[in-house]
């Protein structure tokens, strides 16, 4: 659990959740209940942090987007969420990744 982990390092940690008492709120020093689609709760935690980041990918990404023009730190960023959460575009991402990797070590990835 990340918050877990922060805290032991000795950071500060804020989480958002819709359960009040959820397992990360219960080892942060405080916790917003709210749902995860709502801007006005994540602009809140957003102010209250360096950065913000995230344990899954079931985000509003265009919610995170406009916290990033906002000047506010996401990671991992917004953009890459947005890969993640649709499956299509993950694996073009991906693919393009390995052509890439291939490429620099001087393999042609499209030679039979």
Known sequence: MLAFEAKRMGY???VLDPK???????????Q??????????????AQKT???TYEFEHINVE???RLKEMGYKIYPSPETLKI?????LQREYLKGLVFLFLNL??????RT
Do not use: C, R
């Open 32 to 45: 917003f209940v709210a749902s995860f689609d709502d801007f006005e709760a994540l602009l809140s935690l």
């Open 50 to 52: 360096d950065i913000l």
């Open 105 to 110: 070590k001087g393999l042609n990835p499209l």
């Open 20 to 30: 009040e008492n959820s397992p990360a709120g219960q080892v942060s020093d405080f």
């Open 84 to 88: 993640i959460q649709n499956k299509y």
């Open 12 to 14: 500060e940690v804020f």
């Open 63 to 65: 919610h995170l987007l």
